[in-house]
């Protein structure tokens, strides 16, 4: 970890990026306030300290053996039977029949017996302060479980106001709540102050303003939350892929490339589109070795499919970094892999002119004849010709240059050519004592 957040630092600061972004702004605005600690201790004192009816507490201590000893059902039975007479006895039975429902497992109904419980134990707010702070976070995640977004968004937000903390955990199930909503503006406020009241930066305040900001089509919002979330916890593997893809959506191609390297430098990128991302990255930003390099390393290794236009890529630029040869190898695995006569057609031509530019003639030969004999009956193949009569001329076999140069003569659009390399062919072998 210490290697690669050295890495990060080194970067980010050639990149032209604060570390200081990492953090989050402070005294975010969430729409609500919670009290001070004055006026928590206040509304503290102020809080009736009440008592159960000795019927209803001999029911309760009951009900809480059974519960002791796994016999929740019992224990709600028991509960159930409570002679409840007070305000503050039905809300204090409720409370534990809510919590005790809500412990059921296999039970589908369990969470909306214990929401119902749960709410008849906090309306007339006459609970103990744990107690009633207790039952409300509860009742905000029974209806974040049963999907009641809005219902556990007003909940948790009661519960932050009643305890007068920032409670980092609920704020995020606040946030998520309105990620579910659709309401990107939302959510992304209360991420920022779940950061801002966590000890140590933890993901899921990032993924939440991460989503959030690209479902509303802010990339460069986006790419400030990735930037800060790769400063703080460089060991996201996701995000620094995705802050790469984000930077080249935006046109930043040599951030792009430069995060992108950083990911695979680290052991980051994982799936054949990761590494195929970074393979144009490097072609665009005119680096087509390394772009090469890296996808038949890949394609090798299995983690790039080695599929025709994968090997045909590769080859591509090859020929851009002037590997001729290398480039003439890739174009041979694509004719291999290729399944229509047509693509094999195509490499086996840029296969010859690879072997052409590497002056590998005698080896162009056999390519440029494999493209002629894929050719479709009455399609041009006078520049496959010509290529092939350069391939023989320049490897001395000049009876076959001029026959090839005589074939290309016989299609329009390189007659007058073909016409002209014909004769220079047959000078050139009479010259040198060969007869044609």
Same mark, same amino acid.
């Given at each position: ?189 209360? !991420? &920022?102050?779940?950061?801002?009241? #966590? $000890?140590?930066?933890? +993901?899921?305040?990032?993924? %939440?303003?991460? *989503?959030?900001? @690209? ?122 892999? !290729? &399944?229509?006569?047509?693509?094999? #057609? $195509?490499?086996?031509? +840029?296969?010859?002119?690879? %072997?052409?530019? *590497?002056?590998? @003639? ?75």
């Amino acid at each position: 970890m210490k290697t690669i957040t050295t890495t990060v630092c080194a970067v980010f600061v050639a990149m032209g990026l604060s570390l200081a972004s990492a953090n989050a702004q402070q005294s975010t605005d969430v729409g609500f306030t919670i009290p001070n600690a004055e006026q928590l201790q206040a509304a503290k004192d102020n809080r009736r300290s009440q008592a159960l009816g000795d019927r209803v507490a001999r029911r309760v201590m009951a009900a809480y053996e059974l519960y002791e000893a796994e016999d929740v059902r019992a224990a709600i039975v028991e509960l159930q039977e409570a002679p409840s007479r007070t305000d503050y006895d039905r809300a204090y039975v409720a409370r534990f029949m809510g919590s005790m429902y809500a412990s059921l497992e296999n039970d589908d109904n369990a969470n909306r017996q214990a929401i119902e419980q749960l709410e008849m134990s906090v309306e007339p707010d006459i609970l103990s302060f744990a107690d009633h702070s207790a039952s409300l976070q509860l009742l905000g995640n029974l209806h974040l479980i049963e999907e009641n977004y809005e219902e556990a968004i007003g909940y948790l937000q009661s519960y932050l106001q009643f305890v007068g903390e920032w409670n980092p955990d609920v704020l995020v199930r606040m946030a998520s709540a309105y990620m579910e909503l659709k309401q990107y503006d939302r959510v992304i406020p209360l !991420a &920022e102050k779940a950061l801002e009241n #966590m $000890d140590e930066p933890h +993901r899921n305040p990032y993924v %939440l303003m991460i *989503a959030a900001n @690209y479902e509303k089509g802010d990339t460069l919002a986006t790419i400030a939350v990735l930037e800060r979330g790769v400063v703080a916890l460089p060991a996201e593997r996701a995000w620094w892929v995705q802050l790469g893809m984000m930077y080249n959506l935006n046109e930043q191609y040599e951030k792009a490339l430069a995060t992108m390297r950083i990911s695979y430098d680290a052991g980051y990128l994982r799936s054949s589109n990761d590494h195929r991302a970074l393979v144009q990255l490097y072609a665009n930003n005119g680096v087509p070795y390394y772009a090469a390099e890296i996808m038949t390393r890949h394609i090798d290794s299995g983690v790039i499919e080695g599929t025709d236009r994968n090997y045909a890529t590769a080859a591509r630029t090859y020929n851009t970094a002037r590997e001729f040869l290398k480039s003439a190898e890739a174009y041979a695995d694509a004719v291999r892999e !290729a &399944e229509f006569d047509d693509d094999r #057609m $195509d490499y086996s031509r +840029r296969q010859g002119e690879a %072997l052409l530019l *590497a002056q590998e @003639y005698r080896r162009a030969i056999a390519p440029f004849r494999e493209a002629i004999n894929l050719m479709p009956n009455g399609e041009d193949a006078g520049r496959l010709y010509m290529s092939l009569a350069e391939a023989y001329f320049y490897s001395n076999q000049y009876q076959q240059a001029y026959d090839a140069a005589q074939s290309a003569a016989r299609f329009s659009s390189t007659r007058r050519n073909a016409e002209g390399w014909a004769q220079y062919i047959k000078d050139t072998a009479e010259r040198r004592g060969v007869n044609i």
